[in-house]
């Protein structure tokens, strides 16, 4: 990857709605929490980290309601993203409820809202001049209008020589669409960063695989594959075999929302400047040891 030129990050903005409860959720009465509401997205948060942790320009495309349009473009900005959000004139802002237990583990409750109506129709050849790296949300591909974004994206890219990295985003979300599907889908990418439940189930293993085998079956269809693994760091897989793995940064974990965005957002700014995959990886594993540290899924 060339250390000139913008990422530009093709995906979602939600709003995140963050309720911490270090006890367990008592069902059908009250359970103590703190709540907060934060800017959000797989594709905004890692757009933000790289802006936050990296030299190059960040660009992000996004749709979003007219409720929340301005507070969202403020927050991207004063990270040092340059946002182009399309403001839906029919669907509010995606909203994501992050129920974070004392673990700091986190389940969502996701509405999408109007983060997956972007379509062709927003795209617009000249977001990509100047751009070294296109990277898609992987929630882009779980609805059809976005998905159609998603492939213009990528055709575009590919036509210019520019790398595509895709974040499958949700292996919730994946196992209902189809992890076969989705490969087709994000056929002439140039990486792909997984955590090892999505890995897993886009290699066709089970879950007892180890991981490496998954790692090592999706690079020979993607040529660099780089599986995070929470804690315990990142594997990298390149057209085959295994090239490296990386330890986990120690970080004492708040709420592990958004970590896999801010990986992404620090891999991508490191390889941007010139890292090869094993350093980049070890940047993404510094970012998202930091981004645990905080309430939220932002720097």
Do not use: K, Q
């Not at 996701?110 to 100047?130: E, Q, V």
């Not at 882009?140 to 499958?168: C, E, I, Q």
């Amino acid at each position: 990857m060339t250390a000139a030129g913008a990422l530009l990050v093709v995906g979602d903005v939600v709003t995140d709605v963050v309720a911490m409860h270090p006890e367990p959720i008592v069902p059908a009465t009250d359970t103590s929490a703190r709540i907060r509401t934060l800017p959000g997205g797989a594709g905004a948060n890692a757009a933000c980290w790289a802006a936050c942790t990296g030299s190059a320009e960040v660009r992000l495309l996004a749709r979003v309601g007219t409720e929340s349009a301005g507070w969202h473009e403020r927050a991207l900005v004063a990270a040092g993203v340059r946002p182009r959000l399309v403001v839906d004139p029919e669907e509010p802002t995606g909203t994501v409820v992050a129920l974070v237990d004392g673990a700091a583990e986190r389940t969502f409750l996701t509405d999408s809202g109007a983060s997956l109506r972007l379509c062709p129709a927003d795209w617009t050849p000249s977001l990509l001049d100047g751009a070294a790296h296109l990277h898609l949300s992987g929630y882009l591909f779980f609805a059809d209008r976005s998905r159609d974004l998603a492939a213009v994206a990528l055709r575009a890219a590919r036509a210019r020589g520019v790398p595509v990295s895709v974040d499958p985003a949700s292996a919730g979300f994946l196992a209902a669409h189809g992890p076969e599907r989705f490969m087709a889908a994000v056929a002439g990418s140039a990486v792909l960063l997984p955590n090892e439940e999505e890995a897993r189930l886009l290699a066709g293993l089970p879950p007892s695989s180890g991981v490496a085998r998954a790692a090592v079956a999706l690079s020979r269809r993607v040529p660099l594959v780089v599986v995070t693994l929470g804690a315990r760091g990142a594997l990298v897989a390149e057209r085959g075999r295994i090239t490296a793995e990386v330890p986990g940064e120690p970080a004492r974990a708040v709420d592990s929302t958004g970590a896999g965005d801010a990986f992404t957002g620090g891999f991508l700014a490191a390889r941007l400047e010139g890292a090869d995959p094993a350093e980049a990886a070890r940047r993404g594993c510094r970012t998202a040891a930091l981004s645990v540290t905080r309430p939220g899924a932002r720097p």
